[in-house]
């Protein structure tokens, strides 16, 4: 445990910098200018305060490392599919390069192939824990499956020929690959070697064949005779190969296309899907024409013609039944005449032609058999088809074959994901409870037997979308002027565990408070309605004039355009749009299934024609009773116990007189305007890159402000219906709401607006809310528009724009200096980097609680950062992280009599010591820029780090690692930092991950334990830790791959069908394709490359016995691939010379038959 010093690090830097030894005690902080403590170039902390105690920070450069673990979610963009019938596992491949394999609880694997090229096919090695692919770069890849991690232990690149299909026999070694040109290889699995037994397509066809058959499409071994090889060729051409005499046992011919090829299991017949929409069928016996032609979806002709065309059939498989007619299923194959039917796939069972209609493309299917033997009967069970963006398996054994209810958490994409939260140290009571009831939603019509390859079930699915009406088609939508995507998109995300208090905020300006019952019920839905439109004038009044702390409620001021608003403020029936919201709540008794049933809906409400703008910050608290949120407007607190609105007002208003911009009016310019369908948190310093020097210059003229203590003294509101006093109130309604009533805040809001005796002004510029539209053409390029804050730096620049409320957070603190014990707090950030404090009075008594109002007041503090405020936290005297209170649960609709009148209990923070928790606290804050720690009550900034200069902080949390606590820090330039706590000492700065998606931005967060999430693709959440603890343990904590598992025996097929011909004949490949008999393809065909397969894995046991056994396992590893190519060096040179002297014998001998021709004569005459 290391133990570090404040004081000796505030002497050593008192005594290099004279002018930080100021205590920098004011209230805005200690910002950067004088009072605010050294600051050191290139990001160094520095220290303007002392604290009372010598704190031990555990945490050093040694805990932390980063590595990715899991990957979750449905693989992106899916090209390939592949199953092991014996092991159970699933391999998807992708267009990037990825291969998910998805099987028992806990196995779900992703690996990358370095070269991102996708995926064409997947051949798994069944029960044999190894994988094959093949890649669009026409290279081949051996994967080793009996390790965690897989990893390619052989790879070998076509140089020549471009791979077009392949096919491994059941239980062999040896892999036939197709390609473009025709032609067929075949490839040693365990060495990676071509074989010299080629194929080549002018000997498979007839010789009197002029055209080239094209590429490759199927390749598969008889199941009556393993030395029988189909080969399909794209013109419709189909050769059955006699791998034994090198020469075709039969060609068929057909007049159209084939896509794919399956055989009858006693491999007498076989199936071929073609490019009308046709299936034929062929007999051996009879190869000259088709043994039946059928068109499935094809219309019949009256006239007696062959049926008309369809769209291509492109996978067809033939799969036999002992005690029923076989399956014939495949996709696509529809008339063309229905141009708007979706994706099929088609199952003909018997005389019975069921069409499965699918919601996306189909990318692949897999017909699920009993048997892994191809010659018997196959008793297919299930189809797994997979999508462009699904995974279904469709249950054979049913008539009415039912898709399976996927378990599995595969399809977060169901809607695009827009925001995510990472919990990973949840109750334990927490996480069953929520499996219970996300297994009573399960909707009807699935399958009721079990998933045929994966056991896992999704934990909880919630939709917001069933708290509103649904819109109908050609009536008016506000939020269609707000915003362009789904209006019931999730923007933000507040979850606390412990209470099961769930809140989100959605795009259409909406708040959604959820509580966890484990009971049904039918209720109303409450509802809010707030108004918070901060409004600004044009109207520039020179003369100074004395600032009340609050606007006087009792003026009323005309309402002018609001800055962020819509620049087209839309009339309604001749009316301007006021106090309307968004987005309608259900009125009618809604029935509400266990599981999160909304507790409150609160609405933001158009202002005088102008729309409520999105909100930026959100924050509950259940001990409390109250849910915050912000916007570029203001902020707004709700009691959502009592159901009322206790706070509505404008971010400038919050301040009071002790607003440290000393906000001077300008003159007036035209307004730049903004349209509202994007985020109000729009960057502009990577559009305006000439801005730098006025961007630093404007910053320092806004943070080198006096340091002096401002206090503010207000007065509270005593009663719950009294009027709007001094910019406060506790509950603005006369009344509180009752079931199924919209309260409304409107008055309140009105009272907010500035009084008369305060000069009307233009804020000081912040580019908090500015916005820079780009031009979307996609809705790939949408996912990728990216909204953030920016620092008050940009705040020189002319353009129109309000202070957003972009942090907030609920805790026990000291609200003000002079402040000797804690009390309930709001933290208000916003995106100028100023931090406010908000005072909470609850009532004294649970009994009061629910009648006495909560008053809610601005404390008058007021700190300050560089940039947008991002989070908070707060530490005790001994450094331990303090924990906002919260209630523990309790069901509000149980039926036991005690649980409705059991007290609230709640649980407050207990210090680490048992010195006084008045004492003093720590406070850290960090913003886009900067952290700093603050002393608290007596506001001292005690340390400051510059983390960025040229580029922002997207996310930052205060977690806990090891049993102490860290910040951890995602810049935008792909840094993730983390720093200690309280000193902000760096311990851990890498450039991992590279900020090419703005998705990464949007959706990155850390929890605690060390680790991390984002969503990697539309489709994919990746996870990551930093911590060293968990990457050195890593291994043991992901599934096996592979387990041993006996494959099954071959069926006793009997005597007189073995006698007659009717099993599958063996024969010894190795004989045939060995080099030995078949000699060495050509080296300039394709490139072997050696992989690093299980090698990886010893490296990392380096250390002790293990790891000595383990290098010299490499060593002789690397020792026999180097005698191998020596080997292979000397075959060469063998072979070489063999043919040397062959090609001498050659020459030598007509060289010998004529001096005999010219000899023998003379001996005649002689």
Same mark, same amino acid.
């Given at each position: 445990?290391? /133990? ?65 673990? !899991? ?23 992708? @267009? ?11 196995? $779900? ?67 036939? !690959? ?307 995507? $789904? ?170 007189? *002790? ?94 607006? @500035? ?32 909204? @953030? ?139 886009? /820029? ?68 703005? @998705? ?16 990697? *693709? ?149």
């Amino acid at each position: 445990m290391k /133990k570090f010093n404040f004081r000796k690090v505030l002497d050593g830097l008192t005594a290099s910098s004279p002018g930080g030894s100021s205590g920098g005690g004011s209230s805005s902080g200690g910002g950067i200018g004088a009072g605010s403590g050294s600051v050191h170039p290139g990001g160094t902390a520095g220290a303007a305060g002392t604290p009372r105690d010598e704190i031990q920070e555990i945490l050093s450069s040694d805990y932390f490392q980063i590595c990715k673990t !899991v990957r979750h979610g449905f693989p992106y963009l899916p090209t390939a599919l592949a199953f092991d019938p014996v092991q159970k596992i699933l391999a998807v491949g992708t @267009r990037t390069g990825g291969i998910r394999i998805l099987g028992r609880p806990g196995v $779900d694997c992703y690996c990358q192939h370095e070269s991102g090229a996708a995926v064409l096919q997947l051949q798994f090695l069944i029960n044999e824990g190894a994988l094959v692919s093949a890649s669009s770069d026409d290279t081949l890849h051996l994967w080793n499956l009996r390790q965690k991690r897989p990893a390619i232990l052989h790879s070998l690149k076509f140089n020549r020929e471009r791979i077009t299909y392949c096919h491994l026999p059941f239980q062999s070694k040896w892999l036939y !690959v197709g390609t473009e040109r025709g032609n067929t290889h075949i490839v040693n699995i365990e060495s990676f070697i071509l074989s010299g037994y080629v194929i080549m397509w002018n000997k498979a066809i007839e010789l009197s064949t002029k055209t080239h058959p094209g590429p490759v499409v199927h390749l598969s071994d008889s199941p009556r005779d393993e030395g029988k090889l189909l080969i399909g060729y794209e013109n419709g051409t189909v050769v059955l190969w006699d791998l034994r005499s090198k020469r075709a046992d039969l060609r068929v011919y057909y007049d159209e296309a084939i896509h794919s090829v399956d055989w009858h299991h006693e491999g007498k017949q076989f199936m071929c899907s073609h490019s009308d929409g046709s299936l034929t069928l062929w007999n051996l016996k009879s190869p000259s024409r088709p043994f039946q032609i059928t068109i499935p979806h094809g219309k019949i002709q009256r006239d007696g013609k062959k049926p008309e065309s369809c769209k291509p059939i492109l996978k067809v498989e033939y799969k036999t039944c002992k005690s029923s007619e076989p399956f014939i299923i495949f996709s696509g194959g529809l008339s063309y005449d229905k141009a708007c039917r979706r994706p099929s796939l088609t199952i003909m069972h018997g005389k019975a032609i069921t069409v499965l209609e699918m919601d996306h493309p189909i990318v692949d299917f897999l017909t699920l058999c009993e048997t892994p033997y191809p010659n018997e009967f196959q008793e297919p069970y299930a189809v797994v088809v997979l999508l462009e963006k699904d995974l279904i398996v469709v249950d054979l054994t049913q008539s009415n074959f039912p898709i399976f209810e996927n378990p599995y958490p595969i399809d977060i994409h169901e809607s695009p994901v827009t925001c995510t939260e990472y919990f990973a140290d949840c109750p334990p009571d927490l996480i069953p409870v929520l499996y219970s009831v996300g297994a009573k939603h399960k909707k009807q019509g699935y399958s009721n037997k079990e998933w045929p390859i994966i056991t896992l079930q999704m934990l909880y699915k919630l939709k917001t979308s069933k708290v509103f009406e649904k819109q109908k088609l050609g009536e008016g939508k506000p939020t269609a002027e707000i915003v362009e995507e $789904d209006p019931f998109a999730i923007q933000m995300m507040y979850w606390c565990p412990e209470s099961r208090i769930f809140c989100v905020a959605g795009v259409s300006a909406y708040v959604i408070v959820y509580r966890f019952s484990k009971h049904e019920v039918n209720t109303e839905i409450v509802s809010l309605e707030v108004r918070l439109q901060y409004d600004i004038e044009d109207i520039i009044t020179p003369e100074p004039e004395i600032i009340p702390p609050f606007p006087d409620g009792s003026s009323q001021l005309p309402s002018l355009k609001s800055l962020s608003g819509s620049t087209n403020t839309v009339a309604c029936e001749g009316m301007m749009k006021d106090s309307i919201p968004c987005l309608s709540v259900k009125t009618r008794p809604v029935r509400m299934p266990p599981g999160y049933q909304p507790e409150l809906v609160i609405q933001l409400v158009w202002v005088d024609g102008e729309p409520p703008q999105q909100i930026t910050s959100l924050a509950v608290n259940s001990a409390y009773g109250l849910v915050a949120f912000g916007n570029c407007n203001g902020l707004a607190v709700v009691d959502f116990m009592q159901k009322t609105v206790l706070l509505s007002m404008g971010t400038i208003d919050l301040y009071g007189s *002790s607003d440290p911009y000393q906000r001077q009016p300008r003159s007036p310019r035209k307004n730049k305007q903004f349209t509202t369908d994007n985020f109000c948190m729009r960057g502009l310093s990577n559009f305006y890159p000439d801005l730098t020097k006025r961007i630093r210059t404007s910053y320092q003229s806004l943070t080198e402000l006096t340091d002096s203590p401002v206090s503010l003294e207000l007065e509270r509101c005593k009663s719950p219906t009294s009027d709007h006093v001094n910019g406060h109130c506790t509950s603005p309604t006369s009344q509180t709401c009752s079931s199924g009533k919209r309260l409304s805040s409107t008055d309140v809001t009105k009272s907010n607006r @500035r009084g008369p005796g305060r000069p009307p002004f233009r804020k000081a510029q912040s580019a908090a809310c500015m916005e820079i539209s780009l031009p979307v053409t996609t809705e790939e390029n949408r996912e990728n528009t990216f909204s @953030r804050s920016r620092s008050s730096s940009v705040s020189s620049i002319d353009k129109e724009s309000k202070e957003a409320i972009t942090a907030l957070y609920f805790m026990e603190t000291f609200s003000r200096k002079n402040d000797s014990a804690v009390s309930p707090c709001l933290w208000v950030g916003t995106g100028l980097g100023m931090v406010l404090i908000i005072s909470l009075n609850l009532p004294a008594t649970e009994e009061l609680r629910q009648t006495e109002p909560v008053m809610v007041s601005p404390s008058g503090t007021v700190l300050t950062l560089k940039g947008a405020v991002l989070t908070f936290s707060c530490l005790d005297c001994m450094g331990a992280l303090i924990h906002p209170p919260y209630e523990v649960w309790r069901d509000p609709n149980s039926i036991d009599d005690s649980e409705k009148t059991r007290k609230r209990k709640l649980v407050m923070y207990s210090p680490s010591s048992s010195q006084d928790m008045g004492d003093h606290q720590f406070a850290v804050i960090c913003s886009e /820029k900067q952290a700093k720690v603050f002393s608290l009550p007596s506001q001292t900034c005690l340390y400051v780090h510059n983390i960025t200069e040229t580029s922002f902080l997207l996310r930052a949390d205060v977690v806990t690692l090891c049993n102490s606590i860290c910040l951890a820090c995602f810049c935008a330039n792909g840094h993730i930092m983390t720093m200690s706590l309280p000193s902000l000492r760096p311990m851990l700065d890498v450039n991992y991950l590279p900020v090419t998606d703005m @998705r990464i931005a949007r959706t990155f967060c850390f929890t605690n334990e060390g680790q991390a999430l984002y969503l990697s *693709s539309p489709t994919e959440i990746q996870r990551l830790t930093y911590s060293q603890e968990m990457c050195d343990n890593l291994q043991d904590m992901l599934g096996d791959l592979f387990t041993a598992v006996e494959t099954p025996e071959a069926q006793n097929r009997g005597f007189l069908k073995g006698l007659f011909g009717g099993s599958g004949q063996t024969f010894d490949r190795e004989e045939l394709f060995g080099e030995a008999s078949a000699g060495k393809a050509s080296r300039s065909l394709a490139q072997h490359i050696p992989g690093s397969g299980g090698i990886e894995g010893m490296k990392g046991a380096a250390g002790g016995v293990i790891g000595d056994l383990a290098r010299a396992r490499l060593a002789l590893d690397e020792r026999g691939q180097r005698l191998g190519e020596l080997d292979e060096k000397t075959a060469t040179m063998m072979a070489s010379a063999e043919a040397f002297s062959k090609h001498a014998h050659e020459v030598w001998v007509p060289c010998t038959y004529m001096w005999r021709a010219f000899a023998l004569p003379r001996v005649t005459q002689s």
